[in-house]
């Protein structure tokens, strides 16, 4: 029998070895040797051929091992026994194609856990790295701008409200800025929650200019550059809890209704109405003190200072988050053109990013006697009735 040789021969030819053979079909290697070397003590069946036939995938294999052992076809009663072989060997074949894939993976990985720098260095430039990070906060300049604009816009008409409740005792009740300033708002912080959808896929709504920035910004956070990403990721976050700080007083100023199953007297009314406008009125003068410390202070600084009023306990969570995440933002953004002048081993400049703390100056504000900030903390931080309080405690 010449078996055993042209098994060996379309081994060879595969490029296989005994152990990849036998990894294929599913078989000991000990019986592809003995197969091989003629000391088989039981010649192959019609199905075992079939089976060495598809884990060889040579075109011909199966007729020359056919030939060889002088079996041109199965039997009725091996036909079972070689479709079953058939699978397994085709399972196999599928089987190891994937631990060849999964090889490639293992070599990609350890690709992937390479330092940082080198991968940057292979990949991005430093050219291409600065200019991502001057566009990316250029676009949270813009962002910033577009806020402050915001703000100053409805300061100036919450003041209107604030003079005509103080002369009248009432509200006018034509314009509403209050209640599209929320909605504003919140519509803002859904496009940047990501784990919302509602909102940011409106076909029916034009986004404003601080939506459209905020594509951008979404854009950037799938930079290859972990740092320009970072950047992007902190900015949307820090805008979504300032979002939620404005809608959540906006919402204090707008108007409580008396229920209408509540029965209650002209006097109770008159009372309720009272109690009402005066809410009404201590809330609107939060939201313009807010507004006015916005308009002058960078990001981290407001929110620092109003952290400490008295009436800013519901907001605490968001304020802190907002300084944070916005200082992390500028921190990093300030870092990328430093890495990047490192590496064209040129000094850096002395003018760096800086965009989140640029203001729009506006006129020093008039605070009210409630307002009024006592003293310094000697850290260059207003300090207010509260924050004296507790850094005395502290």
Not at 137 to 144: E, G, K, T
Not at 354 to 367: D, E, T, V, W
Request: hydrophobic share 40%; proline share 5%.
């Amino acid at each position: 029998m010449n078996f055993g040789r042209v098994l060996r021969e379309l081994r060879t030819q595969a490029s296989l070895s005994q152990a990849d053979l036998a990894e294929r079909i599913g078989r000991d290697r000990r019986r592809l040797m003995a197969l091989e070397q003629v000391t088989a003590v039981r010649e192959p069946k019609a199905g075992e051929i079939a089976l060495l036939a598809t884990g060889l995938g040579a075109p011909d294999a199966l007729d020359r091992l056919r030939d060889a052992v002088g079996t041109q076809a199965a039997g009725a009663t091996d036909f079972h026994q070689t479709v079953h072989d058939s699978m397994r060997a085709d399972f196999a074949g599928d089987l190891s194609r994937l631990l060849a894939k999964l090889d490639e993976v293992r070599e990609l990985a350890r690709g992937c856990s390479r330092p940082a720098k080198d991968v940057l260095d292979a990949h991005i430039s430093p050219g291409q790295l600065f200019r991502a990070g001057r566009g990316l906060a250029n676009v949270c300049l813009d962002l910033h701008r577009e806020l402050l604009d915001q703000a100053q816009a409805l300061l100036n008409e919450l003041r209107h409200e604030a003079s005509m409740l103080e002369a009248t005792g009432k509200r006018p009740k034509a314009p509403g800025t209050v209640r599209s300033f929320k909605e504003r708002q919140l519509r803002y912080w859904s496009r940047c929650d990501w784990a919302s959808v509602k909102g940011q896929l409106d076909p029916d709504q034009e986004p404003d200019v601080v939506e459209q920035l905020l594509d951008v910004l979404e854009t950037t956070v799938f930079h290859p550059h972990v740092m320009v990403m970072a950047v992007a990721e902190a900015a949307i976050a820090a805008l979504g809890h300032l979002c939620l700080i404005w809608a959540g007083m906006a919402l204090q100023v707008e108007p409580v209704r008396r229920p209408a199953t509540l029965k209650m007297s002209r006097a109770q009314i008159q009372e309720w109405n009272r109690g009402e406008a005066e809410r009404q009125r201590v809330a609107l003068t939060h939201l313009i003190h807010a507004l006015e410390q916005f308009l002058e202070l960078p990001i981290q600084k407001w929110a620092s200072l109003v952290m400490y009023e008295d009436w800013a306990d519901p907001l605490v969570d968001n304020l802190n988050l907002v300084g944070y995440l916005w200082g992390n933002a500028e921190d990093m953004a300030d870092s990328i053109i430093t890495e990047s002048f490192d590496r064209l081993k040129m000094p850096s400049p002395a003018i760096k990013f800086g965009p989140f703390a640029a203001q729009l100056k506006q006129p020093a504000p008039s605070y009210t006697e409630s307002h009024a900030i006592v003293e310094n903390d000697g850290e260059g931080m207003p300090t207010t009735p509260r924050r004296k309080a507790k850094l005395n405690s502290a």
